[in-house]
């Protein structure tokens, strides 16, 4: 089952992290405790791990943009499985993340 990689809260104060560097790419296998991305915090740069093992299947943002804690980042898997769901904004698959922002949406837009 494919396992969302998400941004996490990597100092008290972060609400959000700039993603510095990827040290990874789509198809790398990485393993739990491999650190696949730098990511700038609102102290200091951090290294940013993985929980879970797997292949690399998606990378979903590039290289400095910001990220709300609880974002989407990446997404582990097996080979060849789809993710479609996970990608698309689906509720399917597992979080490798242990602190999942849960910040109310609002509708801001008038019908």
Do not use: C, H, R, Y
């Amino acid at each position: 089952m494919a396992i969302k990689v998400e941004m996490p809260k990597l100092s008290d104060t972060m609400e959000e992290g700039v993603l510095a560097k990827w040290n990874i790419q789509e198809g790398d296998t990485v393993s739990a405790g491999d650190v696949i991305a730098d990511v700038e915090t609102d102290k200091a740069t951090m290294e940013m791990e993985v929980f879970d093992s797997g292949t690399i299947l998606k990378l979903l943002v590039d290289e400095g943009d910001t990220i709300p804690l609880g974002g989407l980042v990446a997404v582990i898997g097996e080979p060849g499985e789809d993710i479609s769901g996970l990608v698309s904004g689906g509720a399917s698959g597992e979080s490798s993340s242990s602190e999942a922002a849960t910040e109310p949406e609002t509708a801001d837009s008038a019908s």
